[in-house]
């Protein structure tokens, strides 16, 4: 893995979700869909273990410098999320798309709510309108589903950046 081609995209990708992030956005709740999580999912099928846990941790930490949760929630999200996802990658195929949107909506789904949760912990949100929130979040988490097959076919595009082999087809074409 090439760290530098890594954090590059990283930076990219944080760039176009907060500079270009409301041009993309849906409805006036200004859905917008988390490139990071994104990114964080289709590195743990494409790396070795070590390399995807640190990946992921890496990108959580990002995103907990760019927003206003508590340092560390997204880290920890973040990395949890890697750990399941490598203990039960042999089962889970995630180079399907259906399988693929699947999973990072309801991973999104966990991941922000569990961030939300932390945050009302700490005091830094008040809980205030928990169910608007809740439908925010779901359909971020609905977009960002949606935009993973994309985000796949990109990464694979990309792989030799990241010093990643290309991702090899299987025989029923998906």
Not at 29 to 37: G, H, K, T, Y
Not at 65 to 89: D, E, K, Q, S, W
Not at 129 to 142: G, H, K, S
Request: proline share 3%; net charge positive.
């Amino acid at each position: 893995m090439k760290w530098i081609g890594f954090s590059a995209i990283l930076i990219i990708l944080c760039l176009i979700t907060t500079g270009c992030g409301r041009i993309f956005s849906l409805g006036r709740q200004n859905i917008i869909p988390d490139l990071l999580f994104i990114y964080a999912f289709l590195i743990i099928f494409k790396m070795g273990t070590f390399q995807a846990m640190v990946g992921c941790w890496g990108i959580g930490f990002f995103k907990d410098v760019t927003t206003t949760t508590p340092l560390g929630t997204y880290a920890l999200a973040f990395g949890m999320m890697a750990m399941v996802i490598m203990v039960t990658r042999e089962y889970l195929n995630g180079q399907r798309p259906v399988i693929m949107i699947l999973l990072v909506f309801f991973l999104s789904m966990l991941v922000e709510q569990g961030a939300y949760g932390i945050s009302v912990i700490k005091g830094i949100n008040n809980g205030g309108d928990y169910a608007q929130l809740t439908v925010e979040i779901f359909f971020a988490a609905l977009f960002t589903g949606a935009l993973t097959p994309l985000g796949n076919l990109i990464m694979n595009t990309i792989s030799p950046l990241l010093g990643l082999p290309k991702q090899q087809h299987s025989r029923a074409g998906y």
